[in-house]
């Protein structure tokens, strides 16, 4: 590391991120079995087997309800716990005792990372590109899951700019998160994902607006003038 460079850290208190202006260094978490290094992607020790919490430990106080036998996991066919964050107002959250992924209702995801990180760090690219780059995994294979509550088969889409995160969607009830992509959407917006992502998508909306603005207006009448209303035809 060279002297008398600025390093600060930046991210919810998971697994934190040294950053200077040469490299990012990441500091990752430790297993609660044997303290050894745990791997990026995934909340089971390579040394011992314990699995850990790696989403919701040291970062929010919580607790647990009870299981809800109305939603199951869509990797372990097991009933999810219910687990009451205490945000304000509070939150209830789904998660599966054996894999930890988390179910969020719909908006709960976005309200969770707007509350856990209130003033992220400037954006910086070489951590977003870290960041990235630690959730990608060799060989990795898409892999559509059922919702927990409908049980029907989940979109898949990235969320947001350069956040390496896929995310499960069902459109009629929320979103489902692998363990460890709570961490990672946390560490992505500290690092400026969001504000990046928003710059990305503000020049585009600007130009279909102006594309729109500079349409010549043709007079319809009759059938083709409703059909140009519904339609919001220029």
């Known amino acids: 590391m060279i002297k008398n460079q600025p390093i600060y850290v930046i991210g919810f208190p998971f697994r934190s991120i040294l950053v200077s202006r040469s490299a990012v260094y990441l500091i990752m978490a430790n297993c609660r079995g044997c303290a050894a290094p745990l791997p990026t992607n995934n909340p089971r020790c390579e040394y011992c087997g314990v699995y850990n919490d790696i989403d919701l430990s040291g ?41 930890f992924g988390l179910f969020f209702d719909l908006n709960e995801l976005a309200r ?53 995160v896929v995310i499960d969607r069902c459109a009629a009830h929320g ?41 010549p207006v043709i007079k319809r009448s009759g059938l083709l003038a409703k059909l140009a209303e519904l339609f919001d035809f220029q």
Not at 63 to 86: D, Y
Request: charged residues 20%.
């Open 112 to 164: 969770i990372l707007a509350e856990a990180v209130t003033q992220p760090q400037p954006i910086n690219r070489i951590a977003l590109d870290n960041i990235a780059k630690a959730r990608f995994r060799t060989g990795q294979t898409g892999k559509y899951v059922r919702c927990p509550v409908c049980r029907a088969f989940m979109g898949r889409s990235n969320y947001g700019y350069k956040s390496g």
């Open 59 to 99: 970062g929010f106080s919580y607790r647990e309800l009870s299981q809800n036998q109305t939603r199951f996991c869509p990797h372990c066919e097991i009933p999810l716990s219910a687990f009451k964050l205490a945000l304000t107002p509070p939150l209830t959250i789904d998660r599966c005792r054996q894999c």
């Open 175 to 215: 979103i489902w998160l692998d363990a460890g992509e709570l961490r990672h959407l946390l560490e992505w917006k500290s690092a400026g994902g969001e504000m990046l992502m928003q710059q990305r998508s503000a020049p585009a909306k600007i130009n279909s607006s102006s594309a729109r603005a500079s349409r």
